[in-house]
C-alpha cells in the first residue's frame, strides 16, 4: 500500500490501474479511522479492484468555532487499518495541496443543507460538497463508499452526484456501533468517562424511535416526543434537534407514511454527536 500528498501521485497511480482494466473504489474520511470506517473499506475491496482512501480533515467543512483544529489525528494507526483491510492507496494531501492559493470556487446545494445539521452548521455542506467533488475528480472511481451515520450527507453526495451528473455509483454503508449501542465515531474520543455513559442517550432514543416505528406509529410528532424525552433525561445531554424527515428532501414530515428518517444532534458537554435511523413506511428496516 502506498501514501502519496499530491493530486498528480494520485492520478498516475489511477491511470495505471486503467490500463490494466481494473476497477477503483474510493472511501473518503477524515482520518482517526475505526471499525465504522473500516467497515467502509471492506465493502469498497470487495466490490473493486483497488481501493483509494482519502484521508483529509477538510478546513472548509468546519465552521470558525468548530474544532478543526483539536480534530484528532493518527497516520500511522490509520495506515495499519488501511492497509491490514486491503487498501492500495491512501491520498493524505496538505490544505494546500487541495486548495492552492487563488482557490475560490465551491459546490454548494439548496434545500436539502438548510435542515438538520446544515441549521447549527451553517457552511458544513459547502465545505462537504467542495471536498468530495474534487476528491471524485481526482480518484474517478467506479463507485464511493460513505456511512449512513452521516445520513444527511449520503443523501446531500447522492443529489449532488445526480444534479451534477457525476460518472460514479454512491454507495451506503451501514452504522457501525460500539457493543453498547452507541454508534463509533472519531469525535468519541474527546468524550470524559462520565461523558461517555451519559452518551448512551443517542443510541437508546434511536432505539426507541425505531421500536415504536416498528410497532406501526405513524405519528412523527409521537416519535420525536419519545426520542426527545429519553435525551432529556440525561443532565449532560443537550439536545441540537431531534427530527423525522423524509429520506430523500430531508423537510420535515408530519406522517410516516413514506421512506423517512429520524435524526438527532445531541451535544454531550461540549461534543456534538449525531445518530439516525432510516425506515420505509409502515416499520420495515431502509
Ligand atoms: N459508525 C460508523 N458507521 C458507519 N460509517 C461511519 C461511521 N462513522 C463514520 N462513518 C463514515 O465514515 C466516513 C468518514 O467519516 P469521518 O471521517 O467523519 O468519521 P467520523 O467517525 O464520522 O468522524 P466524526 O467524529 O467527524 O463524525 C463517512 O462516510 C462516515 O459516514
Ligand atoms: C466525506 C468527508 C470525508 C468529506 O470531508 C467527511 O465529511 C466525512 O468524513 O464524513
Ligand atoms: N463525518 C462528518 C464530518 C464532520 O463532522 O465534519
Request: charged share 25%.
Amino acid at each position: 500500500m502506498k501514501i502519496v500528498e499530491t493530486v498528480a501521485e494520485v492520478r498516475e497511480q489511477v491511470k495505471a490501474w486503467r490500463k490494466e482494466g481494473l476497477t477503483v473504489g474510493l472511501v473518503p474520511t477524515m482520518g482517526y479511522l475505526h471499525e465504522g470506517h473500516q467497515s467502509l473499506i471492506a465493502k469498497a475491496c470487495a466490490q473493486n479492484d483497488r481501493v483509494v482512501v482519502s484521508i483529509f480533515v477538510n478546513p472548509t467543512q468546519f465552521g470558525p468555532n468548530e474544532d478543526l483544529e483539536s480534530y484528532p489525528r493518527d497516520l500511522e494507526h490509520d495506515a495499519a487499518l488501511c492497509e491490514s483491510t486491503g487498501a492500495a492507496l491512501i491520498f493524505h494531501p496538505t490544505p494546500e495541496e487541495m486548495y492552492p492559493k487563488g482557490f475560490c470556487s465551491f459546490v454548494d446545494m439548496n434545500v436539502l443543507t438548510k435542515e438538520l445539521c446544515g441549521l447549527s452548521r451553517p457552511v458544513h455542506f459547502r465545505g462537504v460538497c467542495t471536498v468530495v467533488s474534487k476528491l471524485l475528480h481526482i480518484v474517478q472511481p467506479d463507485k464511493a463508499y460513505f456511512g449512513e451515520k452521516d445520513a444527511q450527507q449520503l443523501a446531500v453526495i447522492r443529489r449532488m452526484v445526480l444534479d451534477l451528473n457525476m460518472n460514479v455509483e454512491i454507495v451506503g454503508c451501514p452504522i457501525v456501533r460500539e457493543s453498547d449501542g452507541l454508534a463509533k465515531s472519531s469525535r468519541n474520543t474527546y468524550l470524559s468517562p462520565a461523558e461517555r455513559k451519559a452518551a448512551l442517550v443517542l443510541s437508546k432514543s434511536i432505539f426507541a424511535g425505531k421500536q415504536l416505528a416498528e410497532a406501526g406509529e405513524t405519528d412523527a410528532a409521537k416519535l420525536v416526543q419519545a426520542m426527545t424525552k429519553i435525551i432529556e433525561a440525561e443532565p449532560l445531554a443537550k439536545i441540537d434537534y431531534v427530527k423525522v424527515v423524509d429520506l430523500m428532501t430531508m423537510q420535515q414530515i408530519p406522517k410516516l407514511d413514506r421512506p423517512f428518517l429520524a435524526a438527532i444532534a445531541v451535544y454531550i458537554g461540549k461534543t456534538r454527536l449525531i445518530d439516525n435511523f432510516m425506515m420505509q413506511a409502515g416499520g420495515t428496516a431502509e
